[in-house]
């Protein structure tokens, strides 16, 4: 087993990482730039490594200083939690190379499953069922064209390096095609410096469920279940739930096992979440695979009793796992707290938390790292805490959930708690009904006046 782990990462995860480290026995290391000088991560590790400005180019991404301060405090693991380098090839290897163990995917798998347009062909040979549409990346206009007509619209294109829905464009009819190809590849080498885009059947009325994996280095693989992702505002969630309201005993059986079969034919090694679109008819098809630690993984852990954290560290250290697949016998919703502006477009929201009370009592976890007179940097990702409700049922569920966010007290920044006080009020996903399109169609009651 590990002696000491350095966590690659800030904020909540880091956090959540060092408790896990802190009950296995298992010194940690936090790393932070000088805009996260008083984060909790900081606070709470064993030993704590500057690694540079506030810009996460020149800390939290900056790889030589990562791995020097893994090698001055004797770290033989990093955990890379999510984000960041957590899907980055490259530092994968390096960790390798340096003889550090990278609580995460192997180069090869990050780049097979990374590249989205690889990634789908993996699947198509492995008898995962993928959304139809081109085979590989679109080599140019006139592909993209011929590939469109064959596969009849509304289609989607995608960057094969894409993620956080940049460079997407769903189009309805041929003639707006051509704008959205050059839109789409414009965006796509601006986010990610590359163009390369590939083709899909738009899924109507689509839910996004994604199930849980962990696997082995023998490679025997098992699935934990699934997660409701499918409140999303411009492709990124907003809240998750499991079960999920739309599922089947006979499909949670059906994306469980395809889910292990993409796992156990690349050979997949740690925890991992492969994401499918799942239509009205409760088709089901393959959409991407992310090689790390999802955000939402405490749902996953509340309703089975399971530390996702730390069977990715037994994974990394070569301890076999059980082969175990499970069913949820609780309910758990996960609402993520961002520091934004919910009836300002959602408008970033720094500065200085001045109260803060947290809500408590059976059933509700909080994972955050902020605090009264925290400040909240304008660096980095907006989300500033996960609220979480557990109960025998989605109704008791819910019902604790909004009991929480009543007790959620957060001032001198704007929140995301107002948001969802009034999502688990909202009579669709009260009766679980929802798709999503669930964020296009819904106007938010303006704040009461003061």
């Excluded at 279940?225 to 059986?253: A, G, V």
Aim: hydrophobic share 35%; proline share 5%.
């Amino acid at each position: 087993m590990f002696k000491k782990i350095l966590i690659a990462n800030r904020g909540e995860i880091a956090l959540r990482v060092i408790r896990t480290c802190r009950e296995m026995g298992i010194k940690s290391v936090a790393v932070y730039s000088k805009a996260d000088e008083e984060s909790l991560h900081v606070k709470f590790a064993d030993e704590a490594v500057c690694i540079g400005p506030a810009p996460s180019s020149e800390s939290y991404l900056k790889m030589s200083n990562i791995i020097a301060a893994a090698e001055i405090t004797n770290a033989d693991a990093i955990h890379p939690g999510y984000g960041f380098l957590s899907e980055n090839a490259k530092f994968s290897k390096i960790c390798e190379e340096h003889n550090i163990k990278f609580i995460g995917a192997s180069p090869e798998m990050i780049e097979r499953m990374g590249d989205k347009a690889m990634a789908k062909t993996t699947m198509i040979e492995a008898g995962v069922p993928c959304v139809p549409g081109s085979e590989g990346i679109i080599e140019n206009f006139a592909q993209c064209k011929k590939v469109a007509k064959e596969t009849g619209y509304p289609v989607m294109l995608k960057a094969s390096a894409g993620g956080g829905g940049k460079g997407m464009r769903a189009v309805w009819k041929e003639e707006d095609l051509q704008d959205a190809w050059e839109s789409a590849r414009q965006e796509s080498k601006a986010a990610f410096g590359n163009d390369d885009m590939y083709m899909e059947k738009l899924i109507e009325e689509p839910r996004h469920i994604e199930i849980q994996i962990v696997g082995d280095s023998t490679g025997k693989a098992c699935h934990l279940s699934e997660r409701d992702c499918s409140i999303q505002r411009r492709h990124q969630k907003l809240t998750e739930e499991t079960p999920s309201p739309f599922m089947t005993k006979k499909l949670r059986n059906d994306m469980g096992m395809a889910a292990v079969k993409a796992a156990e034919y690349i050979k997949y090694e740690g925890a991992g979440t492969v994401e499918f679109l799942v239509d009205k008819h409760r088709n089901f098809y393959f959409m991407e695979m992310n090689t790390r630690i999802q955000v939402e993984h405490p749902i996953t852990e509340q309703v089975i009793d399971f530390d996702l954290i730390r069977e990715q560290i037994l994974v990394a250290a070569g301890v076999p796992i059980s082969g175990k697949h499970y069913t949820p016998n609780l309910h758990s919703i996960e609402c993520r707290i961002n520091a934004e502006d919910p009836y300002n477009d959602f408008r970033p929201s720094p500065g200085r938390i001045t109260t803060l009370h947290a809500p408590g009592g059976h059933g509700v976890r909080l994972d955050t790292h902020v605090y009264a007179g925290y400040v909240i940097p304008p660096n980095y990702d907006s989300m500033i805490a996960k609220l979480i409700t557990t109960a025998q049922t989605r109704d008791e569920a819910i019902n604790k959930m909004k009991r929480a966010l009543d007790e959620f007290v957060i001032e001198g920044i704007k929140t995301t708690i107002p948001f969802h006080r009034q999502l688990m009020d909202h009579p669709d996903y009260v009766a679980g009904n929802y798709t999503t399109a669930f964020m296009n169609d819904w106007e938010m009651a303006p704040p009461e006046e003061e």
